[in-house]
Structures are given as C-alpha cells and as structure tokens.
C-alpha cells in the first residue's frame, strides 16, 4: 500500500525516534551515504542510506526532502530514487525527514526549499544516486552472503538473484547487511533511455488520505491540552498595534489569553479556534497605521507611471542601439500595460502548531522552506538548533506563499507566552488575503519600430514597478539591483527572451510600495509574457502579418523557443479556419528552464463575456518525469493564472489591501475550466521545471484571441475592472 | 450543550447553539476532514450533508442542524468500503493538494444520489467548488467514471 507516511504526533514517539539515529553521523554533503554504522528510521527499520530505508518486509521507505503541496514532486522524487534503485514500485511509501534531523546530519538530504519549479530539476541528480548507491550496497550484501563475485548479481523488482547458483533473495532480507557496507566511491546512473519508472504516468503516492478525510494539513493538528489561536496583523503593513482593551472580552467563553506579538500583531488564544476568532472580533483595537496609511491603487500607480518615463533604469536585456533606431524607424508601436497584485489564497490558510518549553521548541506546519521555518522557530523560540524541531505535513497548497515563514514564526511567539501548552494559529481567510506576500505589482512601456519593409528593427521594453528580492533576498540584488525582473526576457540563462530583434533595451525602473511582495507562482512570467507576447501581437498586427508567422521570423536563432510554438500552432490548426464564432490567440517563453508555449480557442459574447473553448499547451522540461502529473500541473497553472486574470487582482486603500476572501478575490470553477490539451516534448539534457512554466502563456494566448475576436487590445488586468467575465 | 447526529453517531458537543457547525464538527466533534477554506459560504470546502443534502457548514449553525443527520467525508465510506465517488477519486488520480477535495466529494456525492447521471452542464450548475489547484478535469472525468460505475 502506498502512502505517505505523516509524521507522528505523539511527541514521546518523535523523541524516541530522534534518539535512535543517536550520534555519530559525521556525514558529510559530499558523502550523503549511509555509513559503516547502522542508521535505523523510528520503527527500527535499518537505513541502506539517507534516502532509502527497506523494512524487513521489503516496503521501501523513500525520504522525501522537498515540500508537497500538490504539484506531485513527492511522487515524481520517489520515482527518481526507485528507477536506479530497482524496486517493486508498489512497495514504496515516502516519508520527510525533519528539518532538525538534516541540521543534525549535516544536510545529508540538501536543500528542503520548495520554489522555483526546482523540487526535481534541483534535486533529480543526486536523489537518483541515492537510489542507486542503495541498490549496489544490497546486491553487495547479497553477494557477500552467497560468496560470489558481485558483477554476477543483478536487483529488479526488489529482487536479487544470481544466475549462475539460482539463487534469488530480496532487498528486505539483506537491507541490515546492506546497511552496513561502506557505500559505493563510485555511481553510475542510467541512460534515460534505459528508463522504465521515469518517464511513467504512475498515479501518486499521497492520494488515498486525501479522499477519506483522514490527510492530515496544519489545520488538522490536534496535540494533547492544545490551545487554538486566531491573530489580527496590522492592516496596514508598516504601521503597529497601539493598544487594545483585553477587558472587554474578559469572561468570553474559552479565552485563555490575549498576547501581542512584535509590536504589530494581537492574538487571541481560546479553548477552540472558533472562540478564539469570535472573541478577537470583539476585541476593540487601536492601531498606528503610519505614514502607509496614505498608500493608495491610484498613488501606487500614479508612482509606477513616472518610472516609465524618468528616473534610473537597471538594463536586463541590450543590443544594439534601441533607442536610436526608435527614432529613426519608418514605423512606431507603443503601448502601455500594467500587472496588479495577486493573493496567493491557497485553499489552506496560514497555519502552524508550536509548542514550547525552556528546553525545546517544536513545530507542526505545512512549510515550502522546512529548513527556513525552523531557522524562524530558531530566532522567535531562542533555543538552539538542538533543541528545535519542525514537523512538515503535507500542504493545503503553497503556490510560493508557504515559503515565508511569518506564521510560524507567530505561532512560536504565542505559544512562548504559553510554557508546555500546545497552541495551534489559523489565519482566518480575512486575515490571510490580507496578509499576503503579493505579486509584484508592475507596469511596462513597450515601443517597437519598423522599417520600410516591415521588418521589426527595435524593441524598447521599460518595466517599472516592484522587486520581490529587493523584499525577500536582498542577499540576491546586484548592485542593488534585481535581475529576476527580466524572467523571460533575459539574454541567457533558464528564462530567455525567445525573439532576434537587432536593437533591443528592455530595463527596469524599481519602485517598491510597502505591500510585500513575495513569489507567486509563476513569478515575473506572469506579467512578462504578457507584455512582451501580447505586444509582439500589437506589433504583428502593426506590421499586417499572421501572428505566427511574424513570431517565427524572430526566433530562427532560438529552435527550442520556436519547437514548442510550432507545436501548439500545428494541434490547434492555426492557418486552417476556427469553428465559427471562435477566435485563437498564441503565446510562448521560457522560463524555469523550461519551454513553453500555448494557443487559446475562445468567443466572446457582447465584447464582455469570454467563453475559454480549449487550451493546447506545450512544454519542453528536458525530461518528463511522470506525464500524467505534467499534464495535471500544465491544467492546474492554467486555473490559477486564468483565476488571476479574470477575477484576481488586489488594490489598496488607506494603505491596506481591499479584497478579504473569495467573495472579493474569486476563483475559477468548474464551469469555466477550459480544455486543456498537453503537449509533452522533452527534447534532452536539461532538467526544466514543471509547476509553474506553463502559467505565463495562458493570460497572453486568451488575451491575444480576444483581440483577434474584437479588434480591441485589452492591457491591464484584471478583466473585472473592465465588467469582462467568463460567459 | 447540543445534541448531534454525525455520521450515524450521537454527540453531546459543549458548543453555542450558533457556533457554525463547521467548527462543531472539526473541533468539537475531533472531525477534521471536513475543512475550513472561507467562512462565508463561497468555497464549498466545508461542505456536509445534512439529511442527504449537501450543506456549507459554515454557514449554518449548530442549532440548524440538532435533530438531522449529519454525514461528514469520514462516514462517506461504508463498511463494504469506499463511496463510489472516493473510489473513482482514487482511480482518477482527482487531488492535487487535496485541501478542498472532502468538499468537493461531498458535494459530488449529494449531486449523484438526485442526478445519478449528470451531464456536463449539471456538473456545472451543481458544482461550484473552489479549487486553487485547479483539479476540475479529473473531477468531471471521476464523476462521469462513478455515474457509470
Ligand atoms: S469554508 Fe464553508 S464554504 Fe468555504
Ligand atoms: S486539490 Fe488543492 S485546492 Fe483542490
């Protein structure tokens, strides 16, 4: 039976658990294998190295290092390990191991941050030595036992079986021996196509609790005497928490005590949640909103206007001379488009259980940063690394929201006040929509110029507006300045601008509001492919050229960008006649290492109502490693990127984000759900990411076919501020 | 003190009588598969049956539902097994975070007892879940696979 294993809540059994893997392991990064003395997981099952543990009954225990939160890559990193281990598949559970144990373990399993699109292309290789490391030991072990020369063994199916004697066994049988082998100087992994599990559609490994309720999220966590908390964050972001009057809910049924944490924030913490939010509401509070306060849409824009105009601009992307050529082309497009802030709104809210104690601090969350949010217990609890632990379930979606660590790190702050009481924090949704790390909110000036023979000579690409590193990873500026912005536009690197055009500037001008930014999935391909695809649409029509075909002029020089063009192009019939009434609309880039590309089939109903028909996507990630979850992803970005499109966008008013639950900031349901239709085209030898690629391409391609369908360009987001919805 | 039937069982839950019974259910009664997602009735992910019907339980009251019977995702399944709808979740490889995926069971098995076989626009008209995944092809192809199973 596969399932995840989630981690125990019965802290004697955590503890238990720890003590076993005992002292000792001196394991190096560079050696990330087991060694000469046994390493056992908490039931006592031996480790053949850090990633694999094979019980006595031949399960396979796969370690799971990165964060699932729905994308898959659980199932896709234990595909990885058990192809080069050459198990039986349907002996395979997974499990995390803990943020405490890779401190004390020296980052035997790397890097746990879930982001970029990066849970396999980040991890792919060494996680695939993992497994094969653990297959060499235990055919080692069973050659050891047999006596015979190792090269005459051979594993498949978590059998070991020796030819020439006739001899079989199984990896369960000759794991404790295998354990003990001194692993392998030398691994060699296996030709891709000599891949029988990678590559495969096999279904997930974490779905049977998810369909009978008993998955257990953050939300769910339930600890003996545990108190429940709900939290109100200033509304504006800046500003602090002046005073409250605790008096006024004294006597409400279930508090227990009201904490102010940092300055900022007030919490309640109650009996259950639904008395701690009910008396919270109650609770008369006064904030200092600070000078934030006057921060307004209409201020924030009216800021980001002028930065596409005047002011220093970092360069991202420079040939040739743009703005020369601009002024002596026989022809000029220009166009100004702008991209609003976004909530990321997983379905699961902001949540985190903390208990604490003089001497131990431990966590329960979903986290996307396992390793950063026990650095956040670290610095809120006060206690060494030795005495901290975090224990990651699986995730009520992340989307890059979960990779912050501002929950846990209240929650450690509540339960401090609370010594050996477990409090569990729920953001209510108010407080998570407003409370958000937000999309960057930017604008874009785009200029292109012609010659006489319609030949695009120039492209002046001016973005103005928010840097999430300058907020997040300051560390990652250069200069001061952040060269992320350029995501799909950049001259190399893993999200490169697919087109030539002999004179090019595409710069940013950073202005900062004091919303926080934070990633969201897709990043800075969300409002760079629609600048720069939707543009090279105004630019084709400037020029009276197919879409397409202009496109493809432009991207001889780049075979990658223009094959997974080409390939939607061709699926969804550009150049024969839509259906009646239907409209297509193109859109490609790359990013997250990744190429992509799509083609949207809509009509449009009284110019304001968009029926979204089909989607062919395609992607080319170097390697697909499980098809069937590929496609899930490709249709999954596709939802929160047209969600975001039509419904989304968050502004601000006295200084405080307006939308405060799915009421105001909706998503897409069923019925608005396009047909998706995949394309998988891995060319090879580069590992491109899956999660969050494809995201970028959809807004562009259906707001390209709106044009097609009315002649009218529409360049900001999102369409309900212009009264257009879904039909 | 309230009176409840849940999943066929009789709970004496020290809760107002106009506590949300979504929070009746999870904390008081220790069910915590049926999920909170917004509070106000928008996103299905609470959603129970209340008598055979599908409800948000955030949005009524513990007073609304003494005297019914309550079935939450964890009394979906029978003792012969799963529910045909879990079932086809299961083949269907329907969950992605599976956060919102007890609501939309729920809500898809309410619609199946009165439409065994829906079409896809009653799908539409029935079903108005949230999912920020975005899992909506597997779930029209589950319930056309457990309408036929
Ligand atoms: S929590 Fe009840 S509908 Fe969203
Ligand atoms: S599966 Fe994640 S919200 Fe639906």
Known sequence: MNQHVTPRLNRRSFVVGAAALGGGLALGLDIPFGGPQIVRAADGSPEVNAWVVIRPDDTVVIRIARSEMGQGSLTGLAQLVAEELACDWSKVTTEYPTPGQNVARKRVWGDFSTGGSRGIRSSQDYVRKGGAAARMMLIQAAADEWKVPVAECTAANSVISHKASGKTTTYGKVAEAAAKLTPPADVKLKDPKDWTLIGKGVKRLDTADKVTGAMMYGADVTLPNMLNAAIKDCPVTGGKLKSYDEAKIAGMKGVKKVVAIDGTAVAVVADTWWHAKTALDALPIVWDEGENAKVSSASIGKWLAEGLESGPAYVGNENGDAKAALASAVKKVEAVYNYPYQNHATMEPMNATAVYTADRCEVWCGTQNGEAAFAAVLEASGLPAEKCEVHKLILGGGFGRRGQTDYVRQAVKIAKELPGTPVKLIWSREEDMTHGRYHPITQCKLTGGFDADNNLTALHMRISGQSILFSLRPEALVNGKDPATFQGLASSGEATIGYSVPNLLIEHSMRNPHINPGFWRGVNVNQNAIYLECFMDELAAAAGQDPLEFRRKLMSKNPKHLAVLNAVAEKIGWGSAPPEGVYRGLAQLHGYGSYVAGAAEISVIDGTKIKVHRIVASTDPGYVVNPAQVERQIAGSFVYGLSALFYGGCTVRDGRIEQTNFDSYNSMRIAEMPKVEAIMVPSGGFWGGVGEPTIGVAAPAVLNAYFAATGKRIRSVPLRDQNITFA | ?149
């Open chain 2, 1 to 149: 003190m309230a009176n409840l039937t849940i999943n066929g069982k009789s709970y004496t839950l020290d809760v107002e009588p106009d506590t949300p019974l979504l929070w009746a259910i999870r904390e008081n009664a220790g069910l915590t598969g049926t999920k909170y997602g917004c509070g106000i009735a928008q996103c299905g992910a609470c959603t129970v049956h209340l008598d055979g019907t599908a409800v948000r339980s955030c949005g009524i009251t513990v007073s609304e539902a003494v005297g019914k019977q309550i079935t939450t995702i964890e009394g979906l399944a029978s003792d012969n097994g799963l529910h045909k709808v879990q079932q086809a979740w299961l083949e269907n490889d329907v969950p992605q975070c599976g956060y919102c995926q007890s609501g939309m069971i729920m809500a898809v098995a309410a619609l199946l007892k009165d439409n065994p076989k829906p079409s896809d626009q009653d799908i539409n008209d029935a079903i108005t879940n949230i999912c920020r995944c975005g899992t909506f092809a597997q779930v029209r192809e589950a319930i056309h696979a457990a309408a036929n199973a």
